[in-house]
């Protein structure tokens, strides 16, 4: 069953709302998750790592004043998408490390997305 | 930039065994080396990972080349259900522990 849970799974809203997305650990804690953006055709590009208890670490060229990351608990992250506009209409993905002991050897699951759609 | 590269399509035949290529020349000692796919419209799924010895689960098996500067990912018996596009990955080996994503291997299962 899935282990990173992701909502809503598909919104639609207006140019200039913001629209909150959020991805849960379902039945481990994670003090890092990860969100990606995918634009049709195109791989995952990484936005921003987000760091329970701290700031989020952007990617170079991801406004951190746009896409706000608040990862308040160890099973929550938070995406929100301010001031949306149609360019920002996009696939987004959340992600999080399951395991404990080796970091490098334990998977990294996904949430199955969400549908930004700006009009 | 991603650390590994992949053929941008393959077919394979219903039924038949899909063998996936991946490099990653530059790997380090201590990196892993992880599969995953994304059908369309959802989140990827974990397939498999290893280090250097060949390993297998319930989906799909990984050989891993001696020096390690490549691998297969081999889907046994392919289905229509197992077209996705299918990511190779290496794990970056920094304080962040983020994954960069490749553009992957568009698997075509064909009836």
């Known amino acids: 069953g899935a282990v990173v849970s992701q909502h809503p799974s598909r919104v639609i809203c207006k140019s200039g709302t913001s629209v909150k997305i959020e991805c849960r650990s379902l039945?481990?804690?994670?003090?890092?998750m990860f969100w990606y953006r995918q634009f049709p055709k195109q791989s995952l590009m990484l936005m921003a790592t987000?760091?329970?208890?701290?700031?989020?670490?952007?990617e170079q060229g991801v406004e951190k004043d746009k896409f706000l990351i608040n990862h308040a608990s160890l099973t929550l992250s938070t995406l929100t998408v301010t001031s949306a506009h149609p360019e920002d209409s996009s696939f987004y993905i959340c992600?999080?490390?399951?395991?404990?002991?080796?970091?490098?050897?334990?998977?990294?699951?996904f949430g199955n997305g969400t549908r930004l759609t700006v009009t | 930039d991603a650390k590994t590269t992949q053929p941008p399509s393959m077919d394979c035949a219903e039924g038949r065994a899909a063998n996936l290529p991946c490099n990653h020349s530059?790997?380090?000692?201590?990196?892993?080396v992880y599969w995953y796919r994304q059908i369309h419209s959802q989140g990827p799924q974990y397939i498999i990972h290893?280090?250097?010895n060949n390993e297998t689960n319930e989906m799909a098996s990984l050989i891993i080349t001696e020096d390690r500067k490549s691998s297969t990912l081999i889907l046994p018996h392919a289905t229509l259900r197992d077209t996705a596009v299918y990511y190779c990955?290496?794990?970056?080996?920094?304080?962040?522990?983020?994954?960069?994503f490749g553009k992957g291997t568009r698997l075509h299962i064909l009836p």
């Open positions: 990955i290496v794990r970056v080996v920094n304080r962040d522990d983020k994954i960069i």
């Open positions: 992600s999080a490390f399951r395991g404990r002991g080796d970091p490098y050897n334990s998977p990294l699951h």
């Open positions: 290893g280090l250097k």
């Open positions: 039945d481990f804690q994670a003090t890092t």
């Open positions: 987000s760091n329970e208890g701290s700031k989020a670490t952007y």
């Open positions: 530059t790997i380090s000692g201590n990196e892993y």
